[in-house]
């Protein structure tokens, strides 16, 4: 799972995507032991950036029937649709989360490096606006991040 992980955020780094790590892998990456099935990022609306994740995706056969418009914010009115790889590895791209976008969390991003990797991750604050309260795992993940983040203050 690691291991995808860095394969998905290489290839991204390397073809100069602009992205956010969220979800599961974000939270784990903050701290907490948790079990994830997929990568999940969140991308601001914008068809050249989405031209250079599809070409990074390149190596999932299944990124290649992305249509780079879908990255525009025409074509996300009236609702956001958010795009689901599944290829041996299932990504997950998202254009919202919980109502908050790649620009209005951008103040809660760091970076961490990993296997030589700068992964652009979400903080626990970020995390604790990204979850909703209505997905059993989010509520989880919020009361640990919860915990995680009054540990780190005591």
């Avoid at 939270?27 to 994830?36: E, Q």
């Avoid at 250079?52 to 056969?61: D, H, K, S, W």
């Avoid at 791209?93 to 908050?100: C, D, M, R």
Wanted: glycine share 6%; charged share 30%; net charge negative.
């Amino acid at each position: 799972m690691q291991n995808d992980l860095i394969e998905v955020c290489r290839a991204l780094q390397a073809h100069g995507v602009r992205y956010i790590l969220v979800g599961g892998h974000a939270v784990r990456l903050n701290g907490i032991v948790r079990a994830t099935e997929d990568v999940g990022i969140l991308v601001p609306f914008d068809t050249a950036n989405g031209v250079r994740l599809i070409e990074g995706l390149g190596f999932l056969e299944s990124a290649r029937d992305i249509d780079p418009a879908w990255f525009s914010q025409e074509a996300n009115q009236p609702d956001v649709e958010n795009i689901r790889v599944a290829d041996r590895i299932v990504v997950d791209i998202l254009f919202a989360v919980n109502g908050e976008t790649y620009d209005s969390l951008q103040p809660h991003v760091r970076i961490l490096e990993v296997e030589s990797v700068a992964i652009p991750v979400l903080d626990i604050d970020g995390l604790l606006k990204a979850k909703t309260d209505y997905r059993e795992k989010d509520v989880l993940d919020k009361a640990m991040l919860r915990r995680l983040k009054s540990a780190r203050q005591d």
